[in-house]
Nanobody, 119 residues
Framework: QVQLQESGPGLVKPSQTLSLTCTVS??????????WSWIRQPPGKGLEWMGA???????YLSPSLRSRTSISRDTSKNQFSLQLRSVTPEDTAVYYC???????????WGKGALVTVSS
C-alpha cells in the first residue's frame, strides 16, 4: 500500500514562504508514468491542483500559481516538496500530496496538512 505523508510548519506569516515535504513509502517517485502532485483545499472551498513533478523530474504548475510556486524532489530520500512564496491569508488551506498516474488518475493521497497563514 503506497503511503504519502505531508510534513511542514502549520503556521506561516504573510509574505513568507510556505514549505511542505511529502515522504513517499512503498513506491519510488521515479516509477515510470507517475506524477507527484500537490493539491489544496481552502476552508469551505473546493480542491485546487497546484502542480506536480514527474517521474523524471519535470515540473508542471498551475498557471494561476506558477509565479509563486516551485516543486522539487529528493530521490535519495524519496521525497518531493512544495514551496509557495509570498503567501497571504487566502493561502490558508489543507495541503495534500497525491500520487497521480500520467496526470490523469489520482490514486493515493496523504492525510493532508493544515497550513494557516496569519500574523
Amino acid at each position: 500500500q503506497v503511503q504519502l505523508q505531508e510534513s511542514g510548519p502549520g503556521l506561516v506569516k504573510p509574505s513568507q514562504t510556505l514549505s511542505l515535504t511529502c515522504t513517499v513509502s512503498e513506491d519510488s517517485i521515479t516509477t515510470a508514468y507517475y506524477y507527484w502532485s500537490w493539491i489544496r483545499q481552502p476552508p469551505g472551498k473546493g480542491l485546487e491542483w497546484m502542480g506536480a513533478i514527474s517521474f523524471v523530474g519535470n515540473e508542471y504548475l498551475s498557471p494561476s500559481l506558477r509565479s509563486r510556486t516551485s516543486i522539487s524532489r529528493d530521490t535519495s530520500k524519496n521525497q518531493f516538496s512544495l514551496q509557495l512564496r509570498s503567501v497571504t491569508p487566502e493561502d490558508t488551506a489543507v495541503y495534500y500530496c497525491v500520487r497521480t498516474w500520467n496526470l490523469i488518475r489520482m490514486d493515493y493521497w496523504g492525510k493532508g496538512a493544515l497550513v494557516t497563514v496569519s500574523s
